[in-house]
């Protein structure tokens, strides 16, 4: 059984700085492509950054150079750091993980995120 477990989440002001992790289990991390995926309310879930299996990265127009997302095999972990957040990025943040081995996908439960003064 697939887990993505995400932390990491909370209340920041604008400016500010948090790192997400999402752990993963019952999946081979190696080979699989990660990302993240955040929804606001009243709002469609978008995509926000994704690590394929090789390193490569991709980022929506609106975090390029803000956030970062990088993978930690050994730990079957990947990270969303965000920096300079603003209050539009306040969302439900989502792991997704996407199998190497097949065309399952799968998602976390959500950490919320919320950037407010």
């Known amino acids: 059984q697939v887990q993505l477990v995400e932390s990491g989440g909370g209340l920041v002001q604008p400016g500010g700085s948090l790192r997400l992790s999402c752990a993963a289990s019952g999946i081979i991390f190696s080979i699989a492509s990660m990302g993240w995926y955040r929804q606001a309310p009243g709002k469609q879930r978008e995509s926000v950054a994704t690590?394929?299996?090789?390193?490569?990265?991709n980022y929506a127009d609106s975090v390029k150079g803000r956030f970062t997302i990088s993978r930690d095999n050994a730990k079957n972990t990947v990270y969303l750091q965000m920096n300079n957040l603003k209050p539009e990025d306040t969302a439900l943040y989502y792991c997704?993980?996407?199998?190497?081995?097949?065309?399952?996908?799968?998602w976390g439960r959500g950490t919320q995120v919320t950037v407010s003064s």
């Open positions: 690590i394929a299996r090789s390193g490569t990265t």
């Open positions: 997704n993980a996407q199998s190497g081995l097949s065309a399952s996908t799968y």
